[in-house]
């Protein structure tokens, strides 16, 4: 398959534990973006890389939430100390530049 | 970062009739990106337009490009039951922000 990959699909865990997702996306593609979506809601931009460079951060992206992408190709998201508003689907995507493929992301729910 | 805004939030149509949404944004854009999401999925691409005025076609789906750079729409002809969904527009470059969506309902 080589598709925009997202590890785990589900995730629950207890308030005040960290997790760490992970987007492997399309080879070769340069662009990376995560996003957060709540029900009913659009996708909310979180941050995107360019190669391993992050090129920007929302300001949605408490000092709890933080991404990586050594050497440029998969990702990590981590949130740490997670809240009950943290539930909510977490998708990735990957671009070579002119368009953009999601995975499918993963729903996390804290309790 | 730009903002976009789509209409009608939502739209509940009768199976075969015909559907257009829109989408606007306050910035200029190289490419505009139209998605569908269905429940518990990622959105999927439907299509992409590169050039302003540009008229895309994808089956029963037309997209185009505002000649302003600042919109688009999409249109869905004779829609069928499973064109139910979040139809969302993104636009590139930069950080490739979404609008709120579109929500088709079809009653067959």
């Known amino acids: 398959d080589t598709g925009v990959s997202q590890d785990p699909r589900h995730k629950i865990t207890k308030r005040g534990q960290n997790v760490t997702f992970r987007c492997d996306p399309i080879s070769e593609h340069n662009r990376l973006y995560w996003y957060r979506q709540t029900l009913g809601q659009g996708p909310e931009f979180l941050t995107y890389f360019q190669n391993e460079a992050q090129l920007e951060k929302s300001r949605l992206l408490s000092d709890r939430f933080s991404a990586e992408r050594p050497k440029g190709s998969f990702s990590t998201l981590e949130i740490q100390r997670t809240e009950q508003g943290d539930s909510a689907m977490y998708l990735c995507?990957?671009?070579?530049?002119?368009?953009?493929?999601f995975g499918q992301g993963t729903r996390l729910t804290v309790v | 970062g730009q903002q976009l805004n789509q209409s009608p939030q939502s739209m509940f149509i009768q199976e075969g009739e015909d559907v257009s949404m829109n989408c606007t944004s306050s910035s200029i854009f190289n490419t505009w990106l139209w998605y569908k999401q269905e429940p518990g999925e990622g959105p999927v691409l439907l299509i992409a337009l590169y050039k302003a005025g540009e008229l895309t076609s994808n089956g029963r789906l037309t997209a185009q490009f505002g000649i302003t750079r600042k919109d688009s729409f999409l249109n869905i002809s004779a829609s069928i039951p499973s064109d139910v969904g979040i139809y969302f527009c993104?636009?590139?470059?930069?950080?490739?922000?979404f609008g709120a969506g579109t929500r088709l309902t079809v009653k067959p």
């Open positions: 993104a636009g590139l470059p930069g950080d490739m922000r």
């Open positions: 995507a990957s671009s070579p530049g002119f368009e953009a493929f």
